[in-house]
T-cell receptor, first 114, second 113 residues
């Protein structure tokens, strides 16, 4: 079975500072990886995805993530955050074979302080 | 049209009521999902429809009854719910074949009184 661990439940950051949200996964088979963002009282929006190829993937709103197979990690980064980045961030994986079920991490609440 | 829509946005219902949640997409996606999300938690999968057939039921109580009348529409019928069923109900859809990302709707905030 697959599992996803988001190492920080809350991350407070000052505006314009860099941020890294950590995600580790466990799976005996190959997976695709995703980061989703959920703004208050909204659904989930796809930030970025890793399917294959270059391990550094760029997403929307200036976010990027790096896939590290040896460390089974997929950390999310942004060099300079804005107040509008305040949201819940979910890392998720899905099996490459029979890819029906997303497995989510517990989420990281990113709070941007002025 | 590149979005998943859900109605209603908010729903308050008593434990003896019958109500339905609706989800619609016009992106040609052939897999549709229902999730339940409690506060400060990730979404929990409830049901998956693939080509209008129920393919996954995550042991959801029978008071939740899904229906997929056509490839664009997904309903969730609710009956005799409990207060602990209060949550955000999210619908998602996925394109046929790869690359497997799911597109989520804005959700219906359900309160059971």
């Amino acid at each position: 079975a697959q599992s996803v661990t988001q190492l920080d439940s809350q991350v407070p950051v000052f505006e314009e500072a860099p941020v890294e949200l950590r995600c580790n996964y466990s799976s005996s088979v190959s997976v695709y990886l995703f980061w989703y963002v959920q703004y208050p009282n909204q659904g989930l929006q796809l930030l970025l995805k890793y399917l294959s190829g270059s391990t550094l993937v760029k997403g929307i709103n200036g976010f990027e993530a790096e896939f590290n197979k040896s460390q089974t990690s997929f950390h999310l980064r942004k060099p300079s955050v804005h107040i509008s980045d305040t949201a819940e961030y979910f890392c998720a994986v899905i099996l490459i074979q029979g890819a029906q079920k997303l497995v989510f991490g517990q989420g990281t609440r990113l709070t941007i302080n002025p | 049209d590149t979005e998943v829509t859900q109605t209603p946005k908010h729903l308050v219902m008593g434990m003896t009521n019958k109500k339905s949640l609706k989800c619609e997409q016009h992106m040609g996606h052939r897999a549709m999902y229902w999730y339940k999300q409690k506060a400060k938690k990730p979404p929990e999968l409830m049901f998956v429809y693939s080509y209008e057939k129920l393919s996954i039921n995550e042991s959801v109580p029978s008071r939740f009854s899904p229906e997929c009348p056509n490839s664009s529409l997904l309903n969730l019928h609710l009956h005799a719910l409990q207060p602990e069923d209060s949550a955000l109900y999210l619908c998602a859809s996925r394109p046929p074949g790869g690359p497997y990302e799911q597109y989520f709707g804005p959700g219906t905030r359900l309160t059971v009184t």
